[in-house]
């Protein structure tokens, strides 16, 4: 075969932490100029592919080649210095420090040992530009959405070298599910930048769980499944349908369902209705009004006030003008105590830092959210709680199936899927989901759509906050549009609603 | 291929990675270095009904260490410090003592009951406005424990007019230097503290709410937990604990001295929390694990007495036990050391091997 030589080998990988076997002998290569996906089930092995790679994690076995020669990669320092530029999976920059610090922390440019920090300001503006985003990069980290702070971190990754001089030297880029919450038009951008670093060269391994991205940017990808290699294809040679198959090792059954699944018509009297309720700088005064049963799918750009809206209705936030009614009463909305109290619950779209307590298992981070409800001193009973935990395992098929273990040593998506039993679990009125499939694979995205459905024939209302519009147009009865932090328009979902239909009118900011 | 940790007995895997392994390993040595130099170290006589030996003696004056590092566990699981509790000992011992000694009849009963009442309810104060600054007021728990650790011993001075008070009080000599059926009576007090909190904590739900605050303090708020009632709850316990040690420090001495009762317990107590495997950022903690930190701290202040350290040097000694003992606690470290050999067969092949050959390759160079 006239194949070039792979920038990167890997080879017989192995990985094991104390009771599970992450990779066993995973072989991987990577040639310059493509983006090669890297496949699996969640919990499958990608992100320990990638962590030990990098050299987050010591490897149990095996070899790892780096344009020809063997390297020993002990911290992601010496990954960087290699070649390797790396986003993982889990955002991991300052919150306190401003954006262009996160963007130049540990290469900042330097006069007679001095941080030219103007310098650093004026890049960093450059450089977050050049991805289509129109931020204060004085700002701190933290006042931005997770979505901003993903692409703050693909642009420190991608930063060396793509911005003029110095010579990068990044071969290898790795990005970690970094698509996990952006919208359509930071992914598109995030794509312009992929291909233009893979024609300079660069080979990109990139992952992700959604197959349309997929398709849409890789030139190979590789399988896994249970930290063993399943196989290594080019894209074009493999479709959808197969890839799942190989991902689940078993042969498709129709993920479609959900499309005949009709959503329930009559939905219920009011349940939460919204006056006059906003926040400076979060989201302006808006009238909102959720049905028992109903759906409430929040559709708007990156930075609409989507995540503003939906912490408002939560307490997370204090709101400055407005109140909110549930249920015929008013509620304070000063704490989210006042919140859940009223029945709601609130499933954030960052589980790292809002979201898991990582030192806990499993099971003290289900029942957390209602152990707080019950108070310190009615602990719930062992055999009542272990029974529900059992229960919501084996229902979101959380893996390892095993209570004991630490959340933070799970896989990404099984983490999000922890997050999610531990609301389902207090079986509130209203449940806001604010991307609550970030991470997940598509078999069990499915499945938790599905069950969004079901959970709403019983009665239950789900406030819905999504990336994809697909996925808003295809669960919602209405669909809330925003837009520059205001709710511009609220449609009511039928064969008319199409996903253009709804861009038109976030581009246009009007109510029709 | 079979890894190093398999062929390793999984039992012995299994003790080695228990929590309370590495303090409890730490404890059994630092007690066999006594033997040398005390041959009947471990050997307990029974005189007048009382047992005496090493043993109880590192029990007994380890005691006062002990309650307070069981209530500063709570503090910094929940994310906080207290650096109060030193002059919360005080505190509680000048008043008590101060008030006993104001009464016609120093061994009435009632007298003294009221008495130790009052002490305690002024560590709880101490503990309410510590908790109300660091929870309320979201000063860091280290400045604002910082202001009673400083003017504590200012008000303990005041109480006792900056004597000494010397008591001669009976019912009140029992519970830091009395008998009790032949055991030290603070060695009981401490059983039913550690006792209650563990209950407190573990059969109630407060221990994982404990850990949420500390383990992820933006996460607690949204999931509904009262974080602020919580800290100011454990603040409150930490200085119960406190005044509780203060009044047997009083009581072992028959005196109390605002300048010196508890000088600096609160960093052998931050010590004695951190070698039981208590995070100082927070989180997890470890009630048993605390209390083998407090015994291995004052089993460590009987060593450097039995085997002779020269004074002046103690205090080097000390510092340097306790950094073996950090250095063993942690996983880096063991892993930089004992696990040289597993880490070695992995990064052993140097030239590019094709990979059906460097798996058995691996096997063999072990
Ligand atoms: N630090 C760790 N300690 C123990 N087990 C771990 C640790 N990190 C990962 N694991 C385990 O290794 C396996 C693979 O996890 P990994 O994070 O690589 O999955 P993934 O393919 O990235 O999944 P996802 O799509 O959900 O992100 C999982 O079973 C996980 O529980
Ligand atoms: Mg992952």
């Keep these: 075969m006239a194949e070039p030589r792979p920038v990167l080998e890997m080879t017989g990988i192995v990985k094991e932490f104390p009771g599970v076997r992450a990779l066993s002998g995973v072989d991987f290569r990577l040639f310059p100029g493509e983006i090669h996906a890297l496949m699996g089930e969640n919990g499958a092995g990608k992100s320990t592919l990638i962590k030990v790679l990098t050299g987050v994690h010591p490897l149990d076995g095996g070899t790892i080649t780096l344009d020809g020669k063997a390297v020993r990669i002990g911290s992601p320092l010496q990954a960087q210095h290699a070649g390797i530029s790396t986003v993982y999976q889990e955002v991991n920059l300052c919150p306190n420090l401003s954006v262009a610090e996160n963007i130049f922390i540990g290469r900042e440019p330097t006069r007679a040992g001095r941080i030219q920090w103007k310098q650093i300001r004026k890049q960093a503006a450059e450089m977050v530009d050049r991805l289509g985003l129109d931020i204060d990069v004085t700002a701190p980290l933290s006042s931005y959405p997770l979505a901003v702070q993903q692409l703050v971190a693909i642009v420190r990754s991608v930063g060396h070298g793509d911005s003029d001089g110095e010579g990068s030297g990044t071969k290898v880029l790795v990005l970690d599910e970094p698509t996990s919450s952006l919208d359509r038009d930071e992914v598109l951008e995030l794509f312009r930048l992929m291909r233009r670093l893979r024609d300079e060269g660069v080979a990109i391994l990139f992952v992700s769980h959604f197959l349309d991205q997929i398709y849409e940017i890789c030139d190979r990808m590789t399988v896994l499944r249970n930290g063993t290699l399943v196989g290594e294809h080019m894209v074009a040679d493999l479709d959808q349908v197969g890839l799942i198959e190989l991902m689940i090792g078993k042969a498709l059954d129709q993920l479609e369902e959900l499309h005949e699944h009709q959503l329930r018509s009559d939905v219920g009297e009011t349940l939460v209705k919204a006056e006059g309720l906003g926040r400076t700088g979060g989201i302006a005064p808006f009238d909102l009004e959720i049905k028992k049963g109903e759906v409430l799918g929040l559709a708007g750009l990156l930075g609409s006030g989507r995540t503003e809206l939906a912490r408002l209705l939560f307490g997370a936030d204090q709101p400055d003008s407005g109140k909110v009614t549930i249920v015929g009463k008013q509620v304070p909305m000063s704490a989210p105590n006042d919140a859940i109290g009223a029945g709601v619950a609130f499933c954030s779209e960052n589980r790292k830092t809002e979201g898991l307590v990582p030192d806990l298992t499993v099971r003290e981070n289900i029942i957390l959210a209602l152990q707080a409800s019950r108070g310190w001193t009615r602990p719930i009973p062992a055999s009542q709680r272990d029974e529900l935990v059992a229960k919501y395992i084996k229902a979101l098929d959380i893996r390892p199936a095993n209570p004991e273990a630490r959340v933070g040593q799970l896989s990404g998506g099984n983490q999000q899927k922890v997050l999610l039993a531990r609301w389902l679990i207090t079986q509130p009125k209203l449940l806001i989901l604010d991307e609550p499939t970030r991470g997940i694979d598509v078999g069990a995205k499915a499945e938790i759509q599905k069950l969004v459905v079901s959970l709403s024939e019983d009665g239950m209302s789900v406030l819905y906050i999504a990336a994809e519009l697909e996925e808003v147009l295809r669960l919602s009865h209405t669909i809330g549009v925003l837009r520059d932090r205001k709710l511009v328009a609220q449609l009511t979902n039928g064969p008319e609603i199409t996903t253009s239909r709804i861009l038109e009118t976030i581009a246009s900011g009007e109510h029709q | ?366």
């Design chain 2, 1 to 366: 291929m079979s890894t190093p940790s398999a062929t390793t007995p999984a039992r012995w895997r299994a003790l080695t990675h228990h929590h309370l392994f590495w303090p409890v390993a730490v404890l059994v040595a630092l007690l066999l270095v006594n033997v040398p130099f005390t041959p009947d170290f471990f050997a307990i006589r029974m005189a007048d009904g009382h047992l005496y030996g090493s043993l109880v003696s590192i029990v007994l004056f380890g005691s006062p260490l002990i309650l307070v590092a069981v209530g500063m566990t709570l503090v910094i699981a929940t994310g906080g410090i207290d650096l109060s509790v030193g002059a919360v000992v005080a505190i509680t011992g000048a008043l008590t003592c101060s008030y006993i000694s104001d009464q016609a009849d120093q061994n009435a009963l009632a007298g003294v009951f009221l008495a130790m009442g009052i002490g305690l309810v002024a560590a709880v104060v101490c503990g309410l406005w510590n908790g109300f600054l660091v929870a309320r007021m979201g000063i860091q728990p280290i400045i604002a424990t910082l202001i009673i650790m400083v003017a504590g011993r200012g008000v303990a001075q005041l109480i006792t007019d900056g004597q000494i008070i010397t008591i001669n009080s009976e019912p009140y000599k029992l519970i830091g230097g009395g008998y009790w059926l032949t055991l030290p009576f603070s060695i009981f007090v401490v059983a039913a503290v550690v006792a209650v909190t563990v209950a407190l904590t573990r059969r109630t739900a407060l221990g994982l709410l404990v850990e949420s605050v500390g383990g992820n303090a933006e996460a607690s708020r949204l999931v509904g937990i009262r974080s602020m009632r919580i800290k100011i709850m454990v603040y409150m316990f930490c200085a119960l604990c406190a005044g509780i040690a203060g009044l047997m420090i009083s009581s072992n001495t028959s005196a109390a001295d605002g300048n010196n009762a508890g000088l600096w317990i609160e960093l052998d107590a931050i010590l004695a929390v951190v070698i039981g495997g208590t995070s100082l950022l927070g989180g997890r903690f470890s009630i048993g694990g605390t209390v083998i930190g407090a015994l291995v701290i004052q089993t460590l202040t009987t060593t450097i007495y039995t085997i002779g350290v020269p004074t002046q040097t103690n205090l080097v000694f000390k510092a340097a036990v306790v950094i073996v003992v950090c250095l063993l606690q942690s996983p880096k470290f063991r892993a930089k050391v004992f696990g040289a050999k597993g880490r070695a067969r992995v990064t052993a092949p140097a030239e590019p091997a094709t990979p059906a050959d460097a798996a058995p390759k691996m096997e063999v160079s072990r």
